[in-house]
């Protein structure tokens, strides 16, 4: 009876650990563009940067996104871009959006970099900040894949400080 009951369990491990591996536990390689997709937007979202109104993946943002990536990709020659809007003219927000290899955007502080380093290079002497606290209005986040690789498309709105109310 112990023997059958040790045989048991060896294979019920087995088992688990076998379907382990199949659902991707743990963010390896086999995770699916949806489980990406929320682990950028967590890692964006729990960021010190980002405002309490900024928590959650914005549907408009996220489909502007989805079809800049796809039409990115329809070309069959995949580059990464950094496109801002809102700095000239000056608007209430700036958005910034980012399309990179997956790997690229995985180091949240990689990719808060290059949105910093194209700002400074093509908007020299703006007053944008990605970096201060709570200045993050809204977040969006898409990945895709497709026979050459998976891609990341992030925007962030933030605030404009340049932005002159009256």
């Not at 290059?114 to 969006?140: C, F, L, Q």
Request: net charge positive.
């Amino acid at each position: 009876m112990m023997k059958k009951l040790k045989k048991f369990a060896a294979l019920l491990l087995v088992g688990v650990m076998a379907l382990a591996l199949l659902t991707a536990c743990g963010g390896g390689g086999g995770s699916t563009d949806e489980q990406k997709e929320a682990a950028m937007l967590t890692a964006l979202t729990s960021s010190s940067q980002c405002s309490e109104t900024a928590k959650t993946n914005d549907p408009e943002l996220r489909s502007t996104l989805l079809t800049d990536l796809n039409a990115q990709l329809n070309t069959g020659r995949f580059k990464s871009d950094v496109k801002v809007t809102g700095i000239r003219p000056p608007d209430k927000n700036i958005t910034i959006k980012v399309m990179t290899d997956y790997r690229n955007g995985e180091r949240l502080q990689n990719l808060i970099e290059m949105i910093t380093k194209h700002i400074g290079r093509e908007y020299p002497g703006t007053n944008v900040d990605v970096n201060a606290n709570g200045s993050w209005t809204k977040v969006a986040v898409v990945v895709q894949s497709n026979e050459k690789g998976t891609y990341l498309a992030v925007a962030i709105q933030l605030k404009n400080l340049a932005y002159n109310k009256t």
